[in-house]
Each structure stands twice: as structure tokens, then as C-alpha cells.
């Protein structure tokens, strides 16, 4: 996808207000699925209510074959982030070839949404159900981040693209965050309401889906597609694959940013699988109970927060490759810590941990590769497709690892264990990978 002339600060058509808020506003709606959907309620909800189901087991049926619960559930995150890698690239290259964001960004939305409203009939022992409404929520989710993305340097000069790209970080944080009190507050409190635990927690599921389909209106109504005449065929859907082969081959003549993906590729496999499983470890390792789960995950992104300040400190005053170096060190032993593990006030500090780092690791790695992105390159778009990509793919193989080795061993906390060799692969490369000294 190539930047045009139309990205121009005196562009008067560009940095209006009622458009702007409206963009951002798409990151309150959706971003409400990524925190209760995908980091906490579901993911605890699904390991209790399966257990309850097949008589207090974690060997489950999934279409006939027996598999434990925690297992079955990392693969169908493997399998949805697999299928957002084909889909992604194609995904791009419709949206900057054929201008027609805005259908696609709906359909997406309407087909997460709905998802997120079908978990709300997943009760434990339909387990197929479950597993199919979450794969397809997460395809909804980042299926229409792919066209609302695409917005950006239409309703933006370039010189306000950082600030408002900020802003709608800034209200999906407050937004998720409140959506998941309320839920918080329902749940601990399903007594007093005269429900079951059961139907408080499946309400979240359902206030998540009526959150993001309504709240997607807004910018659904003020974004306007910007058509380019290319008809909709086959070279359409090609398009962004062709772009990231243009990508791949520019690489092959810069060493340094191809060893920071490698390396990026590597200790990302052990980074956003322990982000994504940590819930269910706590859950089903230390036996932590939901409501104190979900309080944890709301420290670790304020701690989060702190930590992404931290590092650019660190990087500022030592270097890009020392402050990573230093934060893939953490994990390691973070992933120690997490085989070791016996008690809550344990598993409390390691969470501390992790958000510290967290925060960091995710700033630091998108700034360094921005900064190795040879300068006035009209690629910029085609670069970040494949970063994004080598992050999901690393997804898919790390909660695949993270699956397979507990089915083999019996226990998550191996799994854990066995992410050390992501990091370490991941460190060894950045050792050998010349990275800008100037701040993160």
C-alpha cells in the first residue's frame, strides 16, 4: 500500500473534528472485546463452565475427540490468528486499492459483534459452539481493525496522525475498562441480583456485543468511503500480497531490520502467548478464581503503562538494543517464576512483573522497527503489514507450542517453562542486530 499526495497538512478536507471523534470513537467500541473476550472473563468462563460440564474434568469432547479444556482452547486462538494471517494481507491491499473501507469495516464489526452475542448461548457443554463463536469473534475483530486503520490518512494530515491515533487508544483503554467494571460489579454480585454466577458472567459476553455494534454506529455513520474506480477482482484480493513480497525482497538488502524481525518473530512467540494465556494459568494453576483474575489484569495495564515510559528511559540512555535485550531478559526469568509458582501473592507479583515488561517490550519493539524503516519510504503501510503479520504468525506457533506441550506433559506450567527458548532464540539474534542508539 503506498502513501499518496492527498496526505498533505493543507488538506482542508482532512482534521475535522465531528470525523475525527467519530474514528476514534471505533476504538471505545471495539476495544471492549479484546479486554473482556480475550484477556479476561471468556477465557476463564470457558475452563470453569467445560469442567462443570463433563463432571469435573478437564478432559473434554470436542466433536467426539477427547482433549483437555485449557489445550482446546489454545488452539482455537492459534487457529483464529492463523486464519487472520491470510486473511490480512488481502484484507490490506482491498482497502487501499478499492476505497471500499467502510463495507468491509461493517461487515467485520456486525460479524464479531454477533459472535460475541452467540457466546452468550455457550453454556459448557456445547463446547463446539463456544469454540466457534470465538474463533469467529476474533476474525470479526481484526478483520475490521484492518479497514479502520485504513481511515486514518484519509480523515488526517500527517502531521496530527500521531495525536489522534493516540486519542483512540486513549477512550479503547477508558472504554474496555469500564465495560469490564460493570461486568466485575454484575458478576461479584449475582446474588444480590438473583442469577446465577453463570448468567451474570454470560451477560458480559452479551453487553460486549451490544457495546461494540452500537457504539461502531458512530463511526460507521460519519466515515465515508473514498472509491477509486478500481473494479472489485481478483488483482483486488492480490494486491496486498504482492505488497508484501516487494516488502520481503527490499529486506533481503537490509540486514539489520531483517535481524530485528527475526528476533521480534522469536521472543514475541513467548511474549503474547504467556499475555494470552496467563488467565487461564492463574485459573487453572493456582486455582485464583475469576473475579480476582480479572482485578489482576486491570493492575497489569496500568502497570503496563509505567513500564512503556520505563523502557524508553532505558532506551533513551543505553540504546534500543539494551532496553530490549534487558526486557527479554525479564520474561525469562518471568517464565521461571511462573514454573516455580505455588501461591496467589506469588502469582500477584509475577503479574507485576509482566505488566511492567509487557508495557515495555510492545512500545519499545514498534518504535525500534519504526526507526529501521529506510527514511521517506513510500512503503511505510506494506512494512507494518508484514511486522503485524510475523507478530500473528508468531501467535499461532507460540499458543500452538504452548497447546501441544501441556497435551504432551500434562501440565501448563512446562509450557511455561518451555517459552524460555522463544526468548533466548529471540535474544541471541538482537545481540548480533545494530539498532539505533537515539530514543525510543
Same mark, same amino acid.
Given at each position: 500500500m503506498t502513501q499518496t499526495s492527498d496526505l498533505t497538512p493543507n488538506n482542508t478536507e482532512k482534521n475535522i473534528p465531528k470525523i475525527v471523534n467519530a474514528w476514534c470513537s471505533y476504538d471505545w467500541a471495539n476495544s471492549v472485546y479484546n479486554l473482556t473476550i480475550t484477556a479476561t472473563i471468556f477465557p476463564i468462563y470457558f475452563s470453569?463452565? =467445560?469442567?462443570?460440564?463433563?463432571? &469435573?474434568?478437564n478432559e473434554i469432547s470436542f466433536f467426539g475427540l477427547q482433549i483437555e479444556n485449557s489445550v482446546l482452547y489454545t488452539y482455537a486462538i492459534s487457529f483464529s490468528f492463523l486464519v487472520i494471517v491470510f486473511l490480512s494481507p488481502a484484507l490490506s491491499g482491498i482497502a487501499d486499492y478499492s476505497g471500499k473501507k467502510k463495507r468491509f469495516m461493517r461487515f467485520f464489526t456486525y460479524t464479531g459483534a454477533l459472535a460475541c452475542f452467540g457466546l452468550y448461548f455457550f453454556i459448557g457443554e456445547n463446547v463446539e459452539w463456544g469454540i466457534f463463536c470465538s474463533v469467529?469473534?476474533?476474525i470479526g475483530y481484526a478483520g475490521a481493525l484492518v479497514f479502520y486503520n485504513a481511515f486514518l490518512p484519509e480523515i488526517a494530515t500527517v502531521d496530527k496522525m500521531d495525536s489522534y491515533s493516540a486519542r483512540g487508544y486513549a477512550m479503547g483503554y477508558i472504554g474496555s475498562v469500564i465495560l469490564l467494571l460493570i461486568n466485575l460489579v454484575i458478576i461479584s454480585n449475582f446474588k444480590t441480583l438473583g442469577i446465577t454466577e453463570g448468567l451474570a458472567t454470560r451477560l458480559s459476553f452479551l453487553q460486549v456485543a451490544i457495546w461494540w455494534f452500537g457504539f461502531a454506529h458512530i463511526a460507521l455513520h460519519y466515515l465515508h468511503d473514498r472509491p477509486t474506480g478500481h473494479p472489485f477482482n481478483k488483482s483486488v484480493i492480490t494486491r496486498g500480497f504482492h505488497e508484501l513480497k516487494a516488502v520481503i525482497n527490499k529486506l533481503k538488502n537490509q540486514v539489520n531490520t531483517l535481524r530485528f524481525l527475526i528476533s521480534f518473530f522469536f521472543y514475541s512467540m &513467548?511474549?503474547? =502467548?504467556?499475555m494470552l494465556l496467563a488467565p487461564l494459568f492463574g485459573e487453572k494453576e493456582i486455582h485464583?478464581?475469576? =473475579?480476582?483474575?480479572?482485578?489482576v489484569v486491570l493492575i497489569l495495564q496500568i502497570v503496563a503503562i509505567i513500564g512503556a515510559y520505563s523502557f524508553a528511559a532505558i532506551s533513551k540512555k543505553f540504546g534500543n538494543k539494551t532496553g530490549i535485550a534487558i526486557a527479554v531478559v525479564i520474561w525469562m526469568f518471568i517464565c521461571v517464576g511462573g514454573y516455580l509458582l505455588q501461591e496467589?501473592?506469588?502469582f500477584y507479583m509475577l503479574a507485576v512483573a509482566l &505488566?511492567?515488561?509487557?508495557?515495555?517490550i510492545q512500545s519499545l519493539s514498534r518504535s525500534t522497527y519504526s526507526k529501521l524503516i529506510p527514511e521517506n519510504s513510500v512503503d511505510t503501510?506494506?512494512?507494518?503489514?508484514f511486522y503485524d503479520i510475523s507478530e500473528k504468525v508468531a501467535i499461532v506457533l507460540g499458543t500452538f507450542s504452548y497447546g501441544f506441550i501441556e497435551q504432551l506433559t500434562g501440565s501448563m506450567r512446562n509450557s511455561m517453562l518451555a517459552m524460555i527458548g522463544f526468548f533466548l532464540a529471540g535474544l541471541i539474534v538482537i545481540l548480533f542486530t545494530r539498532l539505533p542508539k537515539t530514543s525510543a
Open positions: 470453569h463452565s =467445560t469442567r462443570a460440564a463433563f463432571g &469435573g474434568s469467529l469473534a476474533s &513467548g511474549v503474547q =502467548t504467556v485464583m478464581d475469576g =473475579t480476582k483474575l480479572i482485578a496467589e501473592t506469588q &505488566g511492567f515488561v509487557m508495557g515495555g503501510a506494506s512494512y507494518f503489514s
